[in-house]
């Protein structure tokens, strides 16, 4: 079975920074669209950043700037590094494949 395993999230301070990673087992992260979601309370989920097969990454407009995808192909792990952190970025943040058909737990990351 696929499994998606995020980790790095936390508590920092406004203006902090942190590393979300997401290792997957039974899927090669390389081999299509990975991304990162988040969701805060009382909020909708929305999709964070996203990385392609060829390396090429979208970001959302709220994080374009301070947020950087990338993707370690002999570690199968995606990566978020979050820079620039304010309590609007609070959330659980989510690792996903391509076509949404699998989700990781969420990491707690927790801004103030």
Known sequence: ?????????????DGGS?????TASEYT????????FRQAPGKEREGVASIDSDGSATYAESVKGRFTISRDNA??????????????????????????????QGTQVTVS
């Open 29 to 36: 992260v390389s081999s299509a669209c990975m991304a990162w």
């Open 1 to 13: 079975d696929v499994q998606l395993v995020e980790s790095g999230g936390g508590s920092v301070q």
């Open 75 to 104: 570690k199968n792990t995606v990566y978020l590094h979050m820079n620039s952190l304010t309590s609007e970025d609070t959330a659980l943040y989510y690792c996903v494949t391509e076509g949404f058909t699998h989700w990781g």
């Open 18 to 22: 942190l590393r979300l990673s997401c």
